[in-house]
């Protein structure tokens, strides 16, 4: 078999050794049974029972499952777990992996109560069991090494561990839940118990000894806790809120915070205000012997939560505060939220421990202090000078920070809501005069980057422009005063692209040779150019409105080659590299998308959240660039289906074991989460679409689509998992606007809709598509069968369309909705033609049908219809529509193979009856005729469509030139093209022409 061959114990003679090794079946067979008989072992029996097993004949390749069926039926304990493992193997793609339970799962039970000090078999038969999630089997087993091996305190937490899952899995009848919870909880409780009486009894100059089987380290009291949260009472849990040894306090001052956390998170989640602000409070006010503040809690996210709290009790119980420091201090009053924030935050400011990452995150919580627990009815600015208290502290921040990479993502938050007046004067009067300051020419760059990031930011927010009343809308801008009907300021963008690509030309002269500055300052620079293009080339579509019409390819050139620019210098950049990527795709350039893409260098283990950036309708963008016939293609297919084929082989990856030997509890409550979300992840799915309908593009139909586990293991009912990470990609745009990687999609990213829609999609073409072998001579009954199976496909897959169908509109492209429309309606046509007697009357449904397929078709030519403008304008244009061309393409195959196997099967029906009773109706037939001379015309215009392309002025010697003059022709071009190398305009048109290329060999028929 292709998988790797299990080696037998050892004491087995070499003769054997070397049979089963090689292979050699009749030998192994014949010699373990000879060993079976001499030596009367049961070993040797399954050596051979499982040898049978991979032979080619039929009745023996299922000798091992008959034998462990035997085995569990008849109550036989087998006690070698080698003989076991040798079972596994065997039956390993014979049996269904929920199968294991009930065969394989008991086995191993028997085993390890036979013998039950035997360590190693006992954990071997654990593992086995965990790996392919049989819980129940592997509680038992956990249950009965703890209590062989008392002093091993691990074995009681895989005890705890494993009860406590099977407590809330459905593998244990619902009756047995509370049970196992109940186990679970006294068993854990009882180490807890343990271990505060160790530290009660505990010498008081003496550190406690923890005892063995006590609970000890961090994931032991997570653990505690997710058991006691699962399966406690309200008042199990105050118990251990409040216990001196495990309280989130207590724990905390031992360095410990992950617990402090995961309570915080779960008071506010609840709205438990009062006790998240107490416990804040408590650990930030934490001090050593000196009452100098430890700093232990100094980091943001507690100064956050902290904040929070304070907030809204300063909405709904501001007395709170009051009392709570009343009762503390035994005094009849106390401070405000306000008051109390402020002390707290000056004590820790004043304390000698004060780092610089604690400054900064006292000083940014003075300023989330100021905003979201200030007086909030002051003015910002003052006869132009800062006035409110959250100005003061967020000026006071910036002139500190002003030097750091990450001020501006610290302050993006606060300055958006400013008013308007003080939004310009903190981006375009305060920062700049920062810059003029300061006497170091790289600190000096890194506040007027910072600068012109915050302008951009404020182009963007919503109170950067005032309404003008008239008949059209209009607006003015605040910082410049230019009125304008865009969705931006057209006149600031253009003024902070230029600023920028005047700063990047002097920065990258005056700092050559600057670390810093060549990997951090310059590229941002260029991001801040190619950032002001890119708003420009989508400032047509207004905030709240669906876009009217797509983004202007002039300034997203412009974008583009600003970046590529700096991506030759900066090649490990990873912000720009994948927004080129994203750029490149939206611009049809995908072979040059591909070699960013593999420079990003995505390991197999991240591949599931960052591969849709990249793949997602790759396929229709460019078939030749994925295609598993090309070399590259073929690897880029492997590193998807890679990170599956290995994670998803068995039930648990073995990654699970590592986690129980390390202790590591929370990863393995986690991981079966993981695992299921991985089995039913969009990724997955998409890997499967996109091989398969790049294959189809080329004319070479996928096969095997219906069986492959992609497909096989997902069901109308599986909601599949979108879980793309864009966290590494750049954010500069106020939170009104979509983030600008959302706008440099191809369209909405992957969903569940989407992803079923896509699958049901291939699955018809996959359907219809089939053709038997040439040797293969189909009888009239195959035939017959050939007809029913297709039938009830359509029938299945028309009822599935119609479930996603109905909310998909905002997950799709619109070409995307009328091809999966378009297949829907072809699932019903299939069977209401084949359904209509010939003698009945023709129902309307049916031209209906019809006449909504030709309107698809008719609405996807005009998506591609060629663009107005010169031959490098129009040519842009077509590349650009490369989706809805394949779109266009495959709505026209599937109508025209409907369309066959609609005229296939009357043919069909003439031969089996030559009365003509049970031909099609005749109507029908001219119906279908009319819908095949559609997709026939579209499949002209498709060939025409890229023959035009080819011939065009892309392939051209004069190309790059004109399109250099075209992109760079006006405004801020001239002098963006002054800076932009004829190379990297050559790259991006040699990228066109390797995929204009590859279109040539797309079928249109």
Not at 116 to 123: F, I, L, N
Not at 577 to 596: K, N, T, Y
Not at 879 to 894: E, P, Q, W
């Amino acid at each position: 078999m292709s998988r790797q061959r299990p080696r037998l114990r050892n004491g087995v003679d070499l003769q054997l050794q070397s049979a089963f090794h090689d292979g050699n079946w009749p030998v192994a067979i014949r010699l373990a049974e000879k060993r079976a008989r001499t030596l009367n072992d049961q070993y040797f029996e399954i050596v051979k029972i499982c040898a049978e097993s991979q032979l080619d004949d039929p009745n023996s390749k299922f000798a091992a499952v008959a034998a462990v069926g035997q085995y569990v039926k008849d109550g036989t304990v087998v006690r070698d777990v080698d003989a076991i493992d040798l079972l596994e193997w065997a039956t390993l793609d014979l049996v269904h992996e929920d199968g294991f339970a009930q065969t394989l799962g008991p086995l191993r039970v028997r085993a390890v109560k036979a013998s039950p000090k035997d360590r190693s078999a006992a954990t071997r038969c654990l593992e086995s069991c965990l790996l392919h999630w049989d819980l129940v089997s592997a509680q038992q087993i956990a249950a009965i090494i703890d209590r062989s091996f008392p002093k091993e305190r691990a074995f009681l937490f895989w005890n705890i561990v494993i009860t406590h899952m099977l407590a809330t899995s459905p593998q244990s009848p619902p009756e047995k839940w509370k049970l196992y919870g109940t186990l679970a909880q006294k068993q854990i409780e009882r180490a807890a118990q343990l271990t505060e009486q160790a530290r009660t009894t505990a010498p008081e100059d003496e550190p406690p000894k923890p005892p063995a089987r006590g609970v000890q380290t961090e994931e032991e009291i997570l653990l505690l806790y997710d058991v006691v949260e699962t399966h406690g009472t309200a008042a199990d849990i105050e118990k251990l809120l409040a216990s001196p040894v495990f309280s989130p306090v207590s724990q905390f001052r031992l360095g410990r915070k992950e617990l402090f956390l995961r309570i915080a998170a779960k008071h506010q989640r609840q709205g438990d205000w009062e006790s998240l602000f107490d416990l804040c409070r408590d650990c930030l006010s934490d001090a050593d012997e000196d009452d100098v503040p430890t700093l232990l809690a100094a980091d943001w996210l507690v100064w956050r939560h902290f904040i929070d709290a304070a907030s809204h009790l300063k909405t709904v119980n501001p007395e709170y505060v009051t009392a709570a420091v009343a009762r503390r201090t035994q005094l009849t009053g106390g401070p405000s939220t306000r008051k109390l924030v402020q002390d707290l935050l000056l004590s820790v400011a004043k304390s000698k421990n004060l780092r610089p990452i604690y400054r900064r995150n006292v000083l940014l919580a003075r300023v989330s202090a100021a905003f979201d627990i200030g007086a909030g009815d002051e003015d910002d600015l003052q006869e132009g000078r800062p006035s409110s208290l959250r100005i003061r502290e967020l000026v006071s921040y910036v002139e500190d920070q002003k030097s750091s990479l990450a001020c501006f993502d610290d302050i993006k938050g606060f300055v958006e809501r400013l008013d308007a007046s003080a939004i310009k004067y903190i981006a375009y009067e305060h920062v700049p005069r920062l810059a003029d300051g300061s006497s170091d020419v790289a600190v000096a760059a890194r506040i007027q980057l910072l600068s012109l990031k915050l302008q951009y930011f404020a182009s963007t927010c919503p109170l950067s422009a005032v309404a003008v009343p008239g008949e059209k809308p209009r607006s003015k801008c605040i910082a410049c005063g230019s009125e304008f009907d865009t969705a931006l300021c057209a006149s600031c963008l253009s003024s902070i692209g230029r600023n920028g690509l005047a700063l990047y030309q002097s920065t990258t002269e005056d700092l050559a040779g600057n670390p810093a500055a060549e990997n951090e300052i310059i590229p941002e620079l260029a991001m801040v150019v190619g950032f002001c293009n890119l708003r420009l080339g989508f400032n047509h579509e207004r905030l709240g409105y669906t876009p009217s019409r797509p983004p202007s390819a002039q300034y997203l050139l412009r974008a583009l080659f600003i970046l590529e620019h700096q991506f030759h210098l900066t090649p490990k950049h990873s912000q720009i590299s994948l927004i080129l990527v994203q750029l490149h795709l939206l611009l049809g350039s995908a072979h040059r998308s591909r070699e960013i893409w593999d420079s990003l260098a995505v390991k197999r283990t991240i591949v599931d959240s960052l591969a849709p950036i990249f793949y997602d309708r790759l396929s229709t963008v460019s078939p030749s660039a994925i295609s598993p016939s090309d070399t590259w293609g073929l690897q880029l297919h492997e590193t998807l289906k890679s990170h599956y084929g290995v994670s998803l082989k068995l039930r648990m990856p073995r990654r699970l074991i590592d986690a129980f030997e390390a202790g590591s509890y929370g990863s393995i409550m986690d991981m079966p989460k993981y695992i299921e979300n991985l089995r039913a992840s969009c990724t997955r799915a998409m890997s499967l679409v996109e091989e398969a309908r790049a294959e189809r593009l080329l004319g070479k139909p996928y096969g095997e689509l219906l069986s492959d586990a992609r497909f096989a293991e997902v069901h109308d009912e599986l909601c599949l998992k979108n879980a793309i990470d864009y966290g590494s990609f750049p954010s500069w745009d106020c939170s009104a606007w979509p983030p600008m990687h959302a706008r440099l999609l191809l369209g909405p990213g992957p969903s569940n809709q989407r992803s079923h829609l896509s699958l049901l999609s291939e699955a018809f073409h996959d359907v219809l598509d089939w053709k038997p072998p040439t040797v293969y001579k189909s009888s009239a009954a195959a035939s017959g069968t050939d007809q029913a199976f297709v039938l009830e496909m359509m029938a299945q897959f028309g009822h599935s369309f119609s479930k996603f169908l109905r909310n998909a509109g905002s997950t799709c492209t619109p070409a995307e909705m009328l091809y999966f429309e378009a297949v829907s309606l072809l699932c019903t046509l299939i069977p209401l033609c084949t359904g209509i007697a010939r003698t009945s009357p023709l129902p309307d449904v049916l031209s209906q049908l019809t006449e909504s397929l030709r309107v698809s078709l008719d609405s996807l030519r005009a998506l591609v219809s060629t663009h107005q403008g010169d031959a490098v304008e129009k040519a842009v244009s077509t590349l650009k529509s490369l989706h809805n061309v394949a779109m266009l393409r495959d709505t026209a195959v599937a109508v025209k193979l409907t369309t066959l196997w609609i005229l296939s099967y009357n043919e069909r029906e003439k031969e089996r009856d030559r009365s003509g009773s049970s031909n099609l109706h005749k109507e029908v037939l001219s119906q279908v005729k009319s819908l095949e001379s559609a997709a026939d015309g579209t499949f002209g215009e498709g060939k025409e469509l890229l023959k035009n392309l080819k011939g065009g002025a892309v392939p051209g010697r004069d190309f790059v030139a004109a399109l250099k003059t075209w992109v760079f022709g006006d405004g801020m071009g001239n002098e963006l093209g002054a800076v932009i190398e004829d190379g990297t305009v050559s790259e991006l048109v040699e990228s066109w022409r390797s995929n204009i290329k590859g279109w040539q060999q797309v079928k249109w028929d």
